[in-house]
C-alpha cells in the first residue's frame, strides 16, 4: 500500500514582496519641494502643507482614493414621480476627498491676502493634491481660476468670491447665499466645435440687464455638481462668456439639463458630463463678444496648474519606482543595486527634477505677474510651453515607473495602473498640444522683445554649453516662415533650455551635467541611457 506524503499547512509563504508604501509625509520626504518653496519666497509656516503632506501618505488616503475611482459618479435624471433633478451621485469618499483638500485651500489658498508668496504657495498644495487623488483636483482647479474671471462681473463677485476663497467644502444644492462654501465648473466646447469655439452654436437672450437665457447643448461640462459654471454663448456680437448659477436667482433649478455622463479612460472619480441649456439664466462676465479672450485669463490659471499636477504625478510615480526598487530582490541584490535599474531611476529623478523646477518657475512668475506688465507677458509664452512640455513627457515617465514595478505595477489594486490612465488627460484638457505651440507663437508675436529678451538671459545661463548654443541659434529660423509647422520643436527647444536653465542654477552639477548631455547634446531617447549616471537628491 502507497505511503502517504503529509500535508503541507500551507503552499507557500509569501517572500519578497514589497512593503506597502505608507505613513510617510509627501512633504518631508521630498528632496526639492521644501527648496523650490523657499526659493520662491513661500513661508511654509503660513500654510498647511505639512499636514497635507501627512494627509497624503496615509494608508486611509490611498483607499479613499481607490474607492473614489473604483464606484464611479451615477448620474440621477430624474426622483421616482418623474421630475428632473439632473444631479450626481458621488461615493462617500469622492467628498472625503473634497473635503480634505477644500479645507486645506488647495482651490482658495492663492487668493488669500496674508500669504507671502501666493502662487508659489498654492503650487505646493496643488503638487501634494497630485499625490492624492486627480479626479478631485480638477473641480479644485477651475474654483482656483474662477475667482479671477469672476472679478470681471462686480455684482457676482461680492457674492461669490467670499464663498469661492473659503476653506471649506459644502456639497449641497442650494442658493448661493445659503452656502458656506462654492465651486465652479465650466462648460465650453460642443459636439461641432470641440477647441474651435468660435464654432458654438448655444445662443444667449437678453433677459434682464446682465442676465441672459441660454438655449443649447455644452459636449463636455466637468464637474457638473458646482455651484455655477462658465460658459460660452453667442450674443449679436459674437462668442460671450456668461455664468450660469446651478440655483436660478429666484431660488429654483436653473434650467441646466444633464444628458448623460461621459465614460472616461481616467478621472473617473470626476463626473464629466453633456448638457442642454433649455433657457438656463446666465449673467454676462466681461465685454459681449470678447467670451474667447476673457476666458483665456481663466485658461493660463488652469494651465498653471496642469504644470504643477504633472510634476506632481511624476513624483508620485517616481517615489513608488524608488520604493520597490529599494526592497525588491532580484538575481541576488536589490533592484535599485542593479547598474542598469540605476541608470533607469536616475533619468526619471532627473526628468521629475527639472519638471519640478519648470513648474515652479512658472509659480514664481505668476506672482511677479499680479504686479509687473513684463512678467505678465513671460507668464504668456512660458505658460503654454511649460504645459505642453510637461504633458508630453508625463506618460512615458509613468509607463517607466509601472515597469519598474513589473506585473505588480499593471493591476489595479497597485498605486500607477490609475495613474497611467490619468497620464494622457493633463495635455488634452485645457488646450491640446498643437494648441499649447500656436500660443507661443502667438506670445512670441505679440511680445517679440519679451521672447528676446528670454532667449537672451537663457545664452547667458547656458554659456558654456555647446549644445544650448546649437540649440538656441537655430530658434530664430523656427520662427520665421513657416512658422507653424515648426511649432512643436520651438516650443520643445524652448522647454528644454529653460529646464537645463534651471538644472544649473538650483541642482547639483552632478545633475545638471547629466541632464544637460542627455537632453541638449543628445536627444533624449528611452529612459536609462545616461552615459553618466549623477546620484540621487
Known amino acids: 500500500m502507497p505511503q502517504l506524503l503529509p500535508v503541507p499547512a500551507r503552499t507557500h509563504t509569501v517572500t519578497n514582496q514589497v512593503p506597502a508604501l505608507e505613513g510617510?509625509?509627501?512633504?518631508?520626504?521630498?528632496?526639492?519641494?521644501?527648496?523650490?518653496?523657499?526659493?520662491?519666497?513661500?513661508?511654509?509656516?503660513?500654510?498647511?502643507?505639512?499636514?497635507?503632506?501627512?494627509?497624503?501618505?496615509?494608508?486611509?488616503?490611498?483607499?479613499?482614493?481607490?474607492?473614489?475611482?473604483?464606484?464611479?459618479?451615477?448620474?440621477?435624471?430624474?426622483?421616482?414621480?418623474?421630475?428632473?433633478?439632473?444631479?450626481?451621485?458621488?461615493?462617500?469618499?469622492?467628498?472625503?476627498l473634497m473635503k480634505a483638500g477644500c479645507e486645506r485651500g488647495v482651490h482658495a489658498l492663492a487668493?488669500?491676502?496674508?500669504?507671502?508668496?501666493?502662487?508659489?504657495?498654492?503650487?505646493?498644495?496643488?503638487?501634494?493634491?497630485?499625490?492624492?487623488?486627480?479626479g478631485t483636483a480638477c473641480p479644485m482647479t477651475m474654483t482656483f481660476a474662477s475667482v479671477h474671471l469672476m472679478r470681471q462681473a462686480p455684482q457676482l463677485a461680492a457674492v461669490w468670491e467670499p464663498r469661492l476663497t473659503a476653506f471649506a467644502y459644502d456639497p449641497q444644492l442650494a442658493p448661493i447665499e445659503h452656502k458656506r462654501s462654492a465651486l465652479v465648473g465650466m462648460a465650453m466646447t460642443e459636439k461641432q466645435g470641440g477647441t474651435d469655439l468660435r464654432a458654438i452654436q448655444t445662443t444667449a437672450a437678453c433677459v434682464d440687464g446682465p442676465w441672459h437665457?441660454?438655449?443649447?447643448?455644452?459636449?463636455?461640462?466637468s464637474a457638473p455638481m458646482s455651484d455655477g459654471f462658465f460658459t460660452l454663448a453667442k450674443t449679436q456680437e459674437g462668442a460671450t462668456c456668461f455664468f450660469a448659477p446651478r440655483v436660478s436667482p429666484d431660488g429654483s433649478r436653473n434650467r441646466i439639463l444633464f444628458q448623460r455622463l461621459k465614460d472616461k479612460c481616467g478621472n473617473r472619480s470626476n463626473a464629466s458630463s453633456e448638457i442642454?441649456?433649455?433657457?438656463?439664466?446666465?449673467?454676462?462676465?466681461?465685454?459681449?463678444?470678447?467670451?474667447?479672450?476673457?476666458l483665456?485669463?481663466?485658461?493660463?490659471?488652469?494651465?498653471?496648474?496642469?504644470?504643477?499636477?504633472?510634476?506632481?504625478?511624476?513624483?508620485?510615480?517616481?517615489?513608488?519606482?524608488?520604493?520597490?526598487?529599494?526592497?525588491?530582490?532580484?538575481?541576488?541584490?536589490?533592484?535599485?543595486?542593479?547598474?542598469?535599474m540605476k541608470n533607469v531611476l536616475a533619468d526619471l529623478s532627473l526628468e521629475w527634477e527639472a519638471a519640478t523646477r519648470l513648474a515652479f518657475y512658472l509659480a514664481q512668475l505668476f506672482d511677479g505677474g499680479t504686479r509687473d506688465e513684463v512678467q505678465k507677458d513671460l507668464v504668456r509664452l512660458v505658460t503654454?510651453?511649460?504645459?505642453?512640455?510637461?504633458?508630453?513627457?508625463?506618460?512615458?515617465?509613468?509607463?517607466?515607473?509601472?515597469?519598474?514595478?513589473?506585473?505588480?505595477?499593471?493591476?489595479?489594486e497597485g498605486p500607477l495602473a490609475r495613474v497611467y490612465r490619468e497620464a494622457p488627460l493633463n495635455g488634452i484638457w485645457?488646450?491640446?498640444?498643437?494648441?499649447?505651440?500656436?500660443?507661443?507663437?502667438?506670445?512670441?508675436?505679440?511680445?517679440?522683445?519679451?521672447?528676446?529678451?528670454?532667449?537672451?538671459?537663457?545664452?547667458?545661463?547656458l554659456s558654456a554649453d555647446a549644445a544650448a548654443a546649437s540649440m538656441l541659434d537655430a530658434l530664430p529660423a523656427m520662427v520665421g516662415n513657416g512658422a507653424e509647422s515648426h511649432a512643436r520643436r520651438l516650443t520643445e527647444c524652448l522647454a528644454l533650455l529653460m529646464q537645463a536653465a534651471l538644472m544649473r542654477a538650483g541642482a547639483t552639477p552632478a545633475r545638471a551635467d547629466a541632464f544637460a548631455d542627455s537632453r541638449l547634446a543628445r536627444g533624449h531617447g528611452q529612459y536609462g541611457t545616461l552615459r553618466v549616471v549623477p546620484p540621487l537628491i
Request: aromatic content about 10%; proline content about 4%; some cysteine.
Open 24 to 96: 510617510f509625509n509627501a512633504f518631508a520626504d521630498d528632496p526639492l519641494l521644501g527648496a523650490v518653496l523657499r526659493n520662491a519666497g513661500a513661508d511654509v509656516s503660513q500654510f498647511p502643507i505639512q499636514a497635507l503632506g501627512e494627509f497624503a501618505g496615509l494608508a486611509s488616503t490611498h483607499e479613499l482614493a481607490y474607492l473614489a475611482n473604483r464606484f464611479v459618479p451615477e448620474l440621477i435624471g430624474h426622483d421616482r414621480f418623474g421630475q428632473r433633478l439632473d444631479e450626481v451621485r458621488y461615493h462617500p469618499a469622492y467628498h472625503a
Open 111 to 134: 487668493w488669500s491676502p496674508q500669504i507671502t508668496a501666493p502662487f508659489p504657495s498654492h503650487a505646493g498644495l496643488v503638487y501634494l493634491w497630485n499625490q492624492v487623488e486627480l
Open 213 to 221: 437665457a441660454l438655449t443649447g447643448h455644452k459636449w463636455f461640462c
Open 276 to 294: 442642454e441649456y433649455d433657457g438656463a439664466l446666465a449673467h454676462l462676465v466681461g465685454e459681449p463678444g470678447r467670451g474667447i479672450s476673457t
Open 296 to 340: 483665456i485669463e481663466m485658461a493660463h490659471l488652469t494651465r498653471f496648474d496642469i504644470t504643477l499636477s504633472v510634476a506632481g504625478i511624476m513624483r508620485y510615480a517616481l517615489r513608488h519606482a524608488l520604493h520597490h526598487a529599494q526592497h525588491r530582490q532580484a538575481f541576488g541584490q536589490r533592484l535599485a543595486e542593479h547598474a542598469l
Open 384 to 412: 503654454p510651453i511649460a504645459k505642453y512640455w510637461l504633458c508630453k513627457r508625463l506618460t512615458g515617465f509613468v509607463a517607466e515607473a509601472m515597469e519598474v514595478l513589473g506585473g505588480n505595477g499593471f493591476i489595479e
Open 430 to 461: 485645457e488646450g491640446s498640444g498643437n494648441v499649447m505651440c500656436l500660443d507661443v507663437l502667438r506670445a512670441i508675436g505679440r511680445d517679440p522683445d519679451g521672447f528676446d529678451a528670454l532667449v537672451s538671459n537663457l545664452r547667458s545661463q
